[in-house]
């Protein structure tokens, strides 16, 4: 499968390298150029006064995991944590929208719509938006992802995730590891799933579903088989 570009949009920091880290960094190793959109600056509720020290270390936090996966220069849009439905769905569909047009990928991987997070279900909504199939554009493809300690936790209150894409990472497993050692002040201890320890079990829980060492699952949200545009 070749794309050649892929853009991944997400709610915030660390959710690119949870969500798809090792498929990201297994595309770029194969060829493709991605691109990162963070729409929120990802400090918690819980610390909405965080000094601008902290929300400097995160971004650069960001900037060396997305580096690491092969994805430099990540898109930081800063918009408010936790919040994002303060902001009109109008301006991040915006926001989407003008990567979208400025990078066209083929390719796009984001949240998936029944995360407990909110910012990650508005995100996925806004890439749907931004996304519209009409005459003369389309994305090709939009694969949606799980983010350990989010989508999980939902708890039959959404949609479940239901993968039906998966990605053989056996070897990039390790880049994503090692991407999300970039946020040390996120990174919790096993069993919390998004502890080292539980990412792993969960690639390989997935490569056992696919035949795999090790996968990223994925739900195909939509395809578009247009002309090639060469
Ligand atoms: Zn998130």
Redesign the pocket.
């Known amino acids: 499968m070749e794309h050649k570009r892929i853009l991944v949009v997400?709610?915030?920091p660390d959710?690119e390298t949870l969500g798809c880290g090792a498929t990201l960094r297994r595309f770029t190793s194969e060829g493709s150029e991605a691109r990162v959109l963070v729409l929120s600056e990802g400090l918690t509720a819980r610390d909405p006064d965080a000094p601008s020290e902290t929300r400097k270390e995160l971004q650069d936090n960001c900037r060396r995991a997305c580096e690491r996966l092969g994805a430099p220069g990540p898109v930081l849009c800063g918009l408010p944590d936790n919040r994002l439905d303060t902001v009109p769905l109008l301006a991040l569909v915006q926001t989407v929208e003008a990567q979208v047009e400025a990078f066209d990928p083929q390719l796009i991987l984001t949240h998936h719509i029944g995360d407990l997070?909110l910012?990650?279900a508005l995100t996925h909504r806004a890439v749907l938006t931004a996304t519209r199939p009409m005459s003369g554009r389309g994305v090709a493809e939009l694969w949606a992802f799980e983010?350990p300690s989010?989508t999980e936790w939902a708890f039959g209150t959404a949609q479940p995730f239901t993968p039906n894409v998966f990605v053989d990472v056996a070897q990039t497993l390790d880049d994503k590891l090692a991407a999300m050692s970039c946020y040390d002040t996120e990174a919790r201890e096993y069993p919390h799933p998004r502890s080292a320890r539980a990412l792993r079990a969960r690639a390989e829980s997935w490569g056992s579903v696919s035949g795999l060492e090790a996968a990223e699952a994925f739900m195909l949200v939509r395809r578009l088989l247009g002309q090639s545009k060469g």
Do not use: G, Q
């Open positions: 997400v709610a915030h959710d997070n910012d990650h983010t989010s």
